[in-house]
């Protein structure tokens, strides 16, 4: 299974014979066999046919809907929750015992697997700076567990997360530059390509989560409001660091990708990639969903995609009662 993304400006979905067909300027792009889809990814201005919708709709494929700089407009999909699910999560929604378990494990799951990436990409360079941010971070990680709210573990995290970026900041090489976090619009390169990987891992999560029955807006850590998947929100905190920040630092410091590659700042301020080279990182992104680890539960090797939907099950058990606490996956050094 693999992820369709169509990013031509001008190009159409279209489908015959049972297959996904990119066409633009008339002319046929590729042509793909429907089964072989797990969902779709549209940038821009490209166009989807009445016949490809229906068939998406009917396979229950997934379509995500992003501008050209890889802003999320909104996704169609068919399938609902499990009504059976769906009491079980408002009913441990409403148990303050059950969010506080699930939302320490989260958070524990992020700071440690920053913290590892951290330690591995300073494993050469041993600078002072990241060396004491990797010390702040375990101290933070040992407070976890005796946090008594969820406002609590916020504050770690958000504390956590500023002492994090800046010490990846000293970690990214000539000729880019960063020095904090920035979204909505992103402001510089790092935080376009950041920005870009975290929505793409989000949008994923968000069709698993789905695709198993579980409703996305009922999570732990990040509680129910209006228009926000607290659920995606939730488990996409462990994959930030192992999967986006990890291949962002290598595209960047592997000269991968060069200024030229970016826009200038718009009326906004905000930086993003050059269509050209958006198909780059979507290949490169690609690579990095089917590299393998070592599932940190099971100890078998799985891919990067595997690992989400294993941990969307993972998650499953918890809401149904099978273990008590949700264990998200840890890297490796």
Known sequence: MTVLYVTERGASLKVKHQQFQIYHNSEIQLSIP???????????????????????????????????????????????????????????????????RQAKSIVAGKLSNSWILLRRLNRYHQQTEVKEAIAQLADTINKIPQAESIDTLFGYEGQSARIYFQALGTLIQDPFQFTKRTRRPPTDPVNSLLSLGYTLV?????????????????????????????????LIEEFRAPIVDSLVVYLLNSNIFIPEDFTAPDNRGGVYLQPSALKIFLKHWQTKLQSQITHSHTGAKVTYQRCLELQVWEYLTCVLGEQENYRPIQSKM
């Open 34 to 100: 429907v089964n072989r889809i797990s969902h779709i990814v549209l940038f821009g201005s490209c166009r989807l046919t009445h016949g490809a919708m229906s068939l998406a709709l009917r396979r229950q494929i997934p379509v995500m809907f992003l501008s050209y700089q890889g802003r999320y407009f909104g996704r169609l999909q068919g399938k609902i929750a499990e009504i059976d699910y769906l009491q079980q999560q408002v009913k441990n929604s409403l148990n303050p015992e059950f969010r506080l």
């Open 202 to 234: 989000f949008q994923n999560l968000y069709t698993l989560i789905q695709a198993i029955g579980l409703h996305p807006h009922f999570g732990n850590l990040h509680t129910p409001r209006h228009n926000h998947p607290a659920l995606v929100s939730d």
